[in-house]
């Protein structure tokens, strides 16, 4: 940037002309000095485009060890008669310098002023940006969901350890010693007897160990196996196991308390089947299906056209289990289910494939 240099009052003219005899040879020096420097001033002034090189140029010039100040020596060598003269002469420098400096640093502090102002100036007409609001990831909506439900229903939460003893995920639940699910395939050992809980049932033999019947308790919670990861399987997913241990439960109890949980979480009356099947931890066990919610039991790929989707297992409480938590089972009676979370959003929404949960996508996840 050019700027134009302009003596608010230079009195180089007057004063030299005040000067009446020839000049001495060291005044001489002394003359040529200072236009010298004030000719190297102004140069240097008229190319400089920013405010703190102003800053710079002032200490050059007129700080203490400045260009200015090494005039005074000279001053010395010049004839008493000459010395008031250049004395003034040197003064009048300094104030035409500070002045220029001066001038020129506001001019500069002002555009750049402006230019800032410009490049920070915000348009109060453009619409305001929207700040997007996370959301509860959909299986802890349906966690949560499940759980408020069988709040009501008069079920306390408990919660068991996600790293476990082989005992209570496998022993403590009358699994034989050699049961293939204790194989390296599907559990995830951590040394020789300690393991990522397979289930949530290993909350059971806990709860019954600290609390007397009547216990009635879920147990939601991320369960761990060592599967393939696929559509349908994943290795990490969760599960609400349920307990309830009295004086005379049956499995009317059980067909009712499910029947209820079911028709409240999917919001409709739903036709249920309860097909019988092996767990080692309950006697006699069951698999419970629900009537298709996507086709209405038609048949989809949902259900895999069975009409059925299967959404828990459950059974009443083995009197081993029960006597392996302190409960007799001549007193007591119980009965415990297991659902997968995954799995029964899977089938209120329709997802075909179980890894999406995990991958986080917003896209997907934005939708619940
Ligand atoms: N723990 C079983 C599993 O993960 C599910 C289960 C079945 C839990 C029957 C129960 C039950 O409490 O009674 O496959």
Request: charged residues 25%.
């Amino acid at each position: 940037m050019i700027l134009r240099v302009s003596p608010p009052s230079w009195k180089w003219q007057k004063v030299v002309s005040n000067y009446k005899n020839t000049p001495s040879h060291s005044s001489m020096k002394l003359e040529q000095a200072i236009a010298k420097i004030k000719k190297q001033a102004e140069n240097e002034l008229s190319s400089v485009g920013l405010a703190k090189d102003i800053e710079v140029l002032k200490v050059k010039y007129l700080g203490k060890k400045g260009l200015v100040g090494d005039l005074m020596p000279l001053l010395k060598t010049a004839t008493p008669e000459e010395r008031p003269v250049f004395g003034k002469l040197i003064n009048d420098l300094k104030l035409f310098l500070t002045s220029c400096f001066n001038n020129i640093l506001n001019d500069l502090s002002l555009k750049e002023r402006n230019v800032q102002l410009e490049n920070e100036a915000i348009d109060v007409t453009l619409p305001g940006r929207r700040s997007s609001f996370g959301r509860k990831h959909v299986t802890l909506r349906l966690l949560e969901e499940a759980t408020e439900i069988l709040r009501g229903m008069g079920f306390t939460v408990q919660y068991g350890p996600e790293i476990e003893s082989e005992y209570y995920n496998y022993d403590a639940l009358n699994f034989p010693k050699d049961h293939p699910a204790k194989d390296m395939q599907d559990t995830f050992y951590i040394t020789t007897d300690t393991l990522l809980r397979t289930h949530t049932s290993n909350t059971q033999v806990r709860v019954m160990e600290t609390s007397r019947p009547p216990i009635r308790i879920i147990a939601p919670g991320v369960c761990f196996r060592n599967e393939d990861v696929s559509a349908r399987s994943h290795v990490t997913f969760h599960q609400v196991e349920g307990l309830y241990i009295d004086k005379n439960v049956t499995f009317t109890d059980l067909i009712g308390t499910l029947k209820n949980f079911f028709k409240r979480l999917f919001c409709r009356d739903l036709k249920m089947r309860f097909r019988p099947s092996y767990f080692p931890f309950v006697e006699p066990g069951m698999e419970v299906d629900i009537h298709c919610i996507v086709c209405e039991g038609k048949g989809c790929s949902v259900c895999k056209q069975t009409g059925w989707l299967e959404v828990s297992g459950a059974g009443m409480v083995h009197p081993e289990v029960l006597r392996s938590g302190g409960v007799d089972p001549e007193e007591y009676t119980g009965y415990a289910w297991g659902f997968g979370i995954e799995r029964l959003a899977m089938l209120q929404y329709g997802i075909k494939d179980i890894r999406q949960f995990f991958e986080n996508r917003v896209g997907f996840l934005s939708q619940f």
